[in-house]
């Protein structure tokens, strides 16, 4: 087979060029989501040296605020930095649901056994 | 980025052959594949390491409390080191697809540009890496177990009950003199003055330094540091049972070597990625440098480097909450 992304007249590659017009657009854009990006991971950070880790809800809440906060970042490196955003829709669903639907399985049964197992360790200590 | 993608093909020569069903090249769909694999490595990595967080039963070391040191500097400053690092890699992930946009309008020198920028943030944050590996591995001061049962009491009054086995730690200054002496290789006079340890002598010369307190709870909850006498009670049921930073065989943050084995191996795997990244950024940087992308017209090598790029990115993203703030 033929190397398309080698092959000079390569339409996928030279559709994705741009204008020097849609190119500010596009940068400014980038900037925006430098900004995002740094401002979260400045909270998260924040967050981090301010919250001691305890067994109350307040720490939970905090847990999960990071997790978020996590999930609002990979989404923008996802879908702007790697502009999976502008890829056809096809493209994005096979990227996107194999891998949550085997991370949420591998994340349940990981906490469920890791917790089972915890039990275990404190029943026979 | 407008293209093809964003344009509607229709539904006859979607699957005829001939065409991608995807509107995107061969390499940068297998791109994706490669890159949605080791996506699953890595998260089976970070999962692996919360199935050994929720079964251990002993306390599990806190991020802030492990991570404060910087380069240089006294004191502590939670977190700030792993904090720099992650704004290195966003920096770099924004040159790069910076140098990907440039791509777009075939301009070569802001390529080169802003690909050089990517590569040099890389070096940055390898190197940073590097010290923090180092700092780990050497540790803080180190850790003794108790061979005995103390019960000691804190600067506050507070009363705590050790056992046999637990942890205490040194301050950095004196851990390292007595890692030395631990090793034997040198000889070291210890003396009790004051409710301090003082070593008077290391080797051939006089070399004072004091032990002024030991920490009890460093890297879990609870941390506190014991002075004076009842620091002494501590010393004194010392085993000789040392540790000293983190190897493969023993570690002084945690009960579980676990906590360094995965420390070393996420942490490990993901800098071998970006030491990769680096080489391919290189590679492609002296393409674009011999003008292999003018005679191709287009510069979608770059925009494939970019992707693997931005992946080491967003994997840090989560090493940097579920390793260091969770």
Known sequence: MERDDLIVNDSYALNAHHSEEEGVAIRKKIYMVTVILSVITAIEVGMGVMFKRSETF??????????????????????????LGDERKNLRNVVII???VFIAYLIFIALTEGAAHFGLDLMFH | MSGEASKAISKEVLWGGGRSPFSVSYGKMMMWYFLVSDALTFSGLLVAYGFSRASATDAWPIGEQVFRALPGLEGQYPLIYVALMTFILIVSSVTMVLAVEAGHRNDRSAVLKWMGLTIIGGFFFLGSQAWEWSHFIHGSGGSFLLAEDVTVTGPEGETFELTAGD?????HHF?????MHLAGNTAVTLSEDGGHVVLTE???????????????????EGETVIEGGAMMDLWNARSADFAFGANLHDSEYAYQQSYSNFFFFITGFHGFHVFSGVIINIVVFLMVLNRVMERRKHYEMVEKVGLYWHFVDLVWVFVFTFFYLI
């Open chain 1, 58 to 83: 307040t720490w939970t809440a905090i847990k999960w605020t990071f997790i978020i906060l996590t999930l609002f970042k990979a989404g923008y490196i996802v879908m702007t930095f790697m502009h």
């Open chain 1, 98 to 100: 194999p891998y949550f």
């Open chain 2, 167 to 171: 942890a205490v730690y040194m301050d």
């Open chain 2, 175 to 179: 851990g390292h003199l007595m890692e």
């Open chain 2, 202 to 220: 290391l080797g051939d010369h006089p070399h004072e330094a004091h032990l002024h307190g030991l920490t009890l709870n460093k890297y879990v």
